[in-house]
């Protein structure tokens, strides 16, 4: 899928970016007298405060950013056992934040703590609750393969990673070519963006009937992004400054989604397989979707002080 393939090439970027620093070495600096002796991945993130210190890959160096605070939500990606200077096993937990606007240049807010540092745990109710919607919402879908290959996606989302895909949890430990398969799996989430992005572009198409034989997306999509929308918009709307140009595509595909099969069928023909080529009148709900995904991804942000100073909409 397109966010697999987003993620091969950042990966390739950052071991490039890695590689050209000389960081090569994922295990625990023998300076540090850190031991990692066991790593295991986490199927089901949880999020807490951390109150003590974060240290980074090797043990060498604690972990330090003008972005955390005392309320800063840190999701549990890893768990290990971790032999201690003074020679005793401790668990502890690869955490990490989701910061908007860090880039991949930036030190990541991640790394290492004792189990004992995690704290004010937060409810997952939320996330299910979400879940369930989407659930519900997914019967809108035009067929029953699109509802059940949506259901099927549905079944791999977790509530700990249901608003992130890509976010807090990339590349804080080193990745090397041994381990950059296994990274990639780590991080290969389903998130409920990806859920609705992918039930459009998995949905059969509608034989268009005319000569060309072209096809056309069932106005059952509309519906579909439309629900999702109407749900989590009062979330959204405390996540970017304006919900203007989001809410403007909104009220455009609304129109379009009154209308019959075949009227939907000919207006998609007419402004987007036509000679003219009117994609300002396009009746595809893609760019709301994709606009939903990257808002949900919002939803996960470990600073509630934080917020996405622009919005994704391109319209």
């Known amino acids: ?46 999020r807490y405060w951390v109150k003590g210190t974060i240290w980074n890959e090797k043990f060498t160096k604690k972990v330090t950013s003008k972005d955390r605070h005392k309320s800063t939500y840190f999701g549990t990606l890893y768990k290990a056992t971790v032999k201690t200077p003074a020679g005793k096993k401790a668990s502890y937990y690869g955490v990490g934040a989701m910061i908007p606007g860090m880039t991949i240049s ?33 019967s809108l879908l035009r067929t029953e393969k699109d509802r059940q290959q949506a259901l099927n996606e549905l079944s791999k989302v977790e509530p700990g990673t249901a608003y992130s895909n890509y976010g807090w949890p990339s590349h804080w430990m080193t990745l090397t070519e041994s381990n950059l398969e296994k990274s990639m799996a780590d ?62 595509e909104y009220n455009r595909l609304k129109s379009l989604s009154k209308m019959s099969e075949s ?27 994709g606009d939903i995904s990257n808002l949900i991804t919002g939803l996960n942000r470990s600073n509630q002080s934080l917020k996405k100073d622009t919005n994704f909409s391109t319209y």
């Open 1 to 46: 899928m397109k966010r697999k393939k987003f993620f091969l090439m950042t990966a390739v970027c950052v071991l490039s970016f890695l590689a050209f620093l000389g960081i090569t070495n994922t295990s625990a600096s023998a300076k540090s007298h850190y031991k990692i002796e066991k790593i295991t991945k986490i199927k089901n993130p949880q």
């Open 106 to 138: 930036e030190p990541r807010l991640a790394g290492w703590t004792w189990h004992k540092h995690l704290y004010h745990k937060v409810s997952q109710s939320q996330p299910k609750k979400d879940i369930a919607f989407m659930k519900s919402a997914i």
């Open 187 to 248: 991080n290969d989430f389903t998130a409920l963006g990806d859920v609705v992005t992918d039930a459009l572009y998995n949905s059969e198409q509608i034989d268009s009937n005319d000569e060309d034989g072209d096809t056309s997306d069932p106005v059952e999509n509309v519906k579909f992004v439309l629900r999702v929308y109407e749900y989590f918009r009062p979330r959204f709307a405390k996540e970017v400054p304006s919900m203007k140009a989001y809410d403007k």
């Open 263 to 289: 009227e939907y069928v000919n207006h998609e023909l007419h402004h987007v397989m036509g000679p003219s080529l009117d994609t300002s009148g396009s009746a595809y709900s893609d760019q709301l979707a």
